[in-house]
């Protein structure tokens, strides 16, 4: 079979174009993939870093508590000796109190089952700690004890947040005593 002159020249010619779209689709589309994965991974990371500040501002509120608790008794860690120390410590079972994990948090509001089981695993992977220390006794109209709340929410994938807050309890005084919690510092 006789070819046109003008085709001769090109046997073969359309395989090599079609292998060079082919690698370069392949190419764009591995580089889609990656750049997906990317995302998804600063998405985990980003929500981690967030939920560690859930897990920490719990800490703190745990310690609120547990000063509001302790006042009704008397001045919490005023007997601590020397004055400056750590008097409370909530969770972290290495650092002598007891470990809670995130397994226990209530979805309040929540109408889907499954959305809830799926926050509450999620959160299961946190955990929190944080101290309390007795940092200055202010002499006033009924002396005002001031508290540092250092607290850590820590995360999957060495995910941590830490926040450090100034409390205040006014013992007795016109204003018949009370609380007050300052300044929250994300570190």
Known sequence: MNQPPELSGQKGAILIVSLIITLVITTMGMGLFYIGNRSVDQIEAHTDRSETLYSAEACVDAAVRWLDAESELGVPCITIDPPGEVCHRIGSAALGAANPSMDDWRVTGESSAVR??????????HEYFCSITLTATLPASGPKYIYTILSSGVGPKQARTNLEVIASITAGGPSEGGNDVGQANEY
């Open 116 to 125: 809830a089981l799926k926050f509450q695993r999620r959160m299961a992977k």
